[in-house]
């Protein structure tokens, strides 16, 4: 088998079950799926040489227009992380004003006498 095959069959198998592993499953167990994924693509890439056929090249051509797609889904799962994360620091400030509303009143409140 081909290293080109043998990517291109590697990157289209992650893209499908990355498109349903996002909306069903855990996140953590996305990121480790995605984890494994690139640890196994970086031993497949390190035995890439220069393509000597045009059907290597189509499937070079191919695997990086699926990794277009990848990279779009990668954005949208940073994204969905990073509103998360401001979604829990909004809570943790709220949290903190409920047990102690007068910790971020300052004292600027001064009372003035008209006489000298």
Request: net charge negative; aromatic share 10%; hydrophobic share 35%.
């Amino acid at each position: 088998m081909s290293v080109y095959f043998e990517l291109h069959s590697m990157t289209s198998t992650f893209l499908e079950n990355l498109k349903l592993y996002v909306k069903q499953v855990d996140r953590d167990e996305v990121i480790e799926y995605i984890q494994q994924f690139i640890n196994d693509r970086e031993k497949i890439i390190s035995q890439i040489i220069n393509p000597s056929s045009d059907e290597e090249r189509q499937l070079g051509v191919k695997v990086v227009e699926m990794h277009h797609e990848i990279d779009q889904i990668f954005h949208s799962i940073q994204n969905e992380i990073k509103q998360d994360m401001a979604t829990q620091q909004k809570k943790g400030t709220k949290l903190t004003q409920y047990i102690n509303p007068y910790k971020s009143l300052t004292n600027v409140s001064a009372f003035f006498d008209k006489k000298e």
